[in-house]
T-cell receptor, first 112, second 115 residues
Framework: ETGVTQSPTHLIKTRGQQVTLRCSSQ?????VSWYQQALGQGPQFIFQYYREEENGRGNFPPRFSGLQFPNYSSELNVNALELDDSALYLC???????????FGPGTRLTVL | GENVEQHPSTLSVQEGDSAVIKCTYS??????FPWYKQELGKRPQLIIDIRSNVGEKKDQRIAVTLNKTAKHFSLHITETQPEDSAVYFCAASRGRGGGADGLTFGKGTHLIIQP
């Protein structure tokens, strides 16, 4: 496997709530990217962190935010959940200055 | 921003035959093109990638070709096997580690290998 883990596996929330998803990668993987994958679609880029700073963002509103920690773990926070936020959330880590993104197994979020 | 189109959305081939999936991209600054395989309920797995300074790359039964002028790249799988059945995604990005824009994915191709 890729050495990238995510928690929790599944999560059910109601509209308006807040959620925190977690990702852990290997030593030396100092870039982490987060993606949203709706059913039957390709992953969509949310944002990327490099050495604990956000250095790129896709077309997602500010209620999607993140953090990266020195121990190669990271978080995705989503506030004011909407029904359309229901999706598989994937994190992907990259070693050093390479290109390959290694994906975690994802967190399935359902918003009711 | 970048836009990646992928065709076909579904591809059914006989076991042992070849499969070809095609993608086009819009951003001429994109320089890294990975292909991922995703089985049902599992994570996307990198199967092959190519950078813009290379026209073709091969790894056993899998090959990728890139035409920078036409802005398209293709995945070729030869001697298909039942375990090749999955959804395949192409992607494009600028720079290292996905760059500030991350990976832009196509919508995926559901490859079905008929026994």
């Amino acid at each position: 496997e890729t050495g990238v883990t995510q928690s929790p596996t599944h999560l059910i929330k109601t509209r308006g709530q807040q959620v925190t998803l977690r990702c852990s990668s290997q030593s030396g993987h100092n870039t982490v990217s987060w993606y949203q994958q709706a059913l039957g679609q390709g992953p969509q880029f949310i944002f990327q962190y490099y050495r604990e700073e956000e250095n790129g963002r896709g077309n997602f509103p500010p209620r999607f935010s993140g953090l990266q920690f020195p121990n190669y773990s990271s978080e995705l926070n989503v506030n004011a959940l909407e029904l359309d936020d229901s999706a598989l959330y994937l994190c992907a880590s990259t070693f050093g200055g390479t290109d390959t993104q290694y994906f975690g197994p994802g967190t399935r979020l359902t918003v009711l | 921003g970048e836009n990646v189109e992928q065709h076909p959305s579904t591809l059914s081939v006989q076991e042992g035959d070849s499969a070809v999936i095609k993608c086009t991209y819009s951003d001429s600054a994109s320089n890294y093109f990975p292909w991922y395989k995703q089985e049902l309920g599992k994570r996307p797995q990198l199967i092959i990638d190519i950078r813009s300074n290379v026209g073709e790359k091969k790894d056993q039964r899998i090959a990728v070709t890139l035409n920078k002028t036409a802005k398209h790249f293709s995945l070729h799988i030869t001697e298909t096997q039942p375990e090749d059945s999955a959804v395949y995604f192409c992607a494009a990005s600028r720079g290292r580690g996905g760059g500030a824009d991350g990976l832009t994915f196509g919508k995926g191709t559901h490859l079905i290998i008929q026994p």
